[in-house]
C-alpha cells in the first residue's frame, strides 16, 4: 500500500500523509518500513517528503499491469 500511495500521489508525501493513507503509525514507517525501502533503492527521502526512484516506479508499474 505504501509504494501505491506514493505512486498514486505522483509527488512527494510526508511521513503524517502516508500515515493516514495507509492507516498506520507514523513510527512504524519511519523506523521499520522506510529503512527497507531505501536500501533496495525504491523510495527517497528529502526536504519534499518521501518519493519514489524509478526503480519504485518501475515495480509499481510492473504490480498494477
Known amino acids: 500500500a505504501y509504494l501505491s500511495v506514493l505512486y498514486q500521489h505522483g509527488k ?5 500523509s502516508l500515515a493516514l493513507a495507509i492507516g498506520a503509525d507514523e ?3 519511519s523506523h521499520e518500513l522506510e529503512p527497507s525501502l531505501i536500501r533496495i533503492g ?8 518521501r518519493s519514489l526512484t524509478e526503480e519504485g516506479e ?3 508499474k510492473g504490480l498494477h499491469r
Not at 525504491?42 to 517528503?49: A, F
Open 58 to 60: 518501475t515495480y509499481i
Open 12 to 16: 512527494s508525501m510526508s511521513v503524517q
Open 27 to 29: 513510527e512504524y514507517i
Open 42 to 49: 525504491y523510495i527517497v527521502i528529502d526536504k519534499g517528503g
